[in-house]
């Protein structure tokens, strides 16, 4: 038995994959061997929902089919939409998230068949009524009226429909597109091997899910883009962000949006794709200075400790600016990576050992004499 104990696992291979890998030398994030900027590029979510699920970017006549299957099964059980009804109107949206689809999985009919099919075809209507746990369960509990998707739009305007009531620009619908593109699968982040270790004791895609999204709430993980924007706008400018982000770090805090456990001191590729993003809507937005000033955030953090920003950085201001509320950031985060979490799990299931790391044992021993019940 090796008894090397790396803590965090840094730099542990855990799976072999056929999905995806983090090429830091090429400072490429390879998907099923593309590169995924150029997927966000030049193809579509609903091309990556193919290419992620099925091994191979889908055809013309592949991507129509994708797109009906998932508009067949948009809707929510009416049970479930009470249940998000019943949450607190201070529910963290996480949470809302993680109850909705725990809630979901006691309906679906093919919840404990890890076959392939049955596991993409689970992988499909997650996919489509994750988005509507996420914008039903926002306005359930702020009070909205719901907005049911509108079969004429596409899949990510849809999503961002369901969220602000209002029907994207072609740019706004291109942006958020790229933007699910770039968060639907990166290796394996700590969310994904949660699901990964959740699958390998045979448990259901739901729960697997389930656990993901626990995960991706924490602060170090998913839950940074929230705390981004509200950096950001706790500053208010270029100036006063730099005065506050010098004073955090004056405090020894960490400095939300940057650095990478991967990526270390190398950049993130796509917050370059998502910085471009926020240059385009800061332009039609008229916030120009909302540019400027994570801009100057970035410089500081590169010249002060050498980090560069990480996805979350630039994603945050490009949803406050699209009209997400912030608590739906993380949310829209995991609704997008479900299908990484996915194609992880199918392939968990697909090729399964299970999880079971050991431990460097630092407590006590041999503890003498042996307890004896006192005779009082
Ligand atoms: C995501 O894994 C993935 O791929 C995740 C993700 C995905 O797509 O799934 O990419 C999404 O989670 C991106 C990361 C979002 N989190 C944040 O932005 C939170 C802020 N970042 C840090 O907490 C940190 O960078 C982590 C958690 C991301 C990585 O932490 P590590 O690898 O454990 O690094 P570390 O804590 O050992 O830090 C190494 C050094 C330390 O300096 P020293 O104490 O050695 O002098 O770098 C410093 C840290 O203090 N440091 C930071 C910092 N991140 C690292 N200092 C200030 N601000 C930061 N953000």
Known sequence: ???????????VIANETSISYLDVEKEEIVIRGYDLIELARHVTYL??????????????????????????????PSNVRAILHLMPDQADMMDVLRTG????????????????DANKRKAIRLLAKVPQIVAYGYRAITKQPLV???????????????????IPTPIEEAIFDQSLIVYSEHELPNSSFTARVIASTQSDLYGALVGAVASLKGTLH??????????????????????LIRSKLARKERIMGFGHRVYMRKPDPRALLMKEALAQLAVTCNQPELYDMCVRGEEIMRTE????????YYAAPVYYLLGIPIELFTPVFLASRTLGISAHVMEQHANNRLFRPRVRYTGARDLHPPLRRNSS
């Open 1 to 11: 038995m090796s008894d090397h104990y790396l803590p965090g696992l840094e730099h």
């Open 47 to 76: 091309d990556c929902v193919g290419l992620l699920l099925e091994g191979a970017l889908p055809s013309g006549q592949r991507l129509l089919e994708i797109e009906s299957q998932i508009q067949s099964v948009y809707g929510l």
């Open 101 to 116: 689809i725990s809630a979901l999985a006691s309906f679906d009919e093919e919840l404990d068949d890890r076959s392939p």
């Open 148 to 166: 049911e998707p509108d079969p004429a739009l596409s899949y990510s305007a849809n999503f961002l429909y369901m969220i602000t009531g209002v």
């Open 222 to 243: 998913g839950g940074a883009n929230e705390a981004v924007m509200h950096m950001l706008l706790e500053a208010g400018s270029e100036d006063d962000l730099e005065v």
């Open 305 to 312: 400790k050498g980090l560069h920003p990480n996805l979350d």
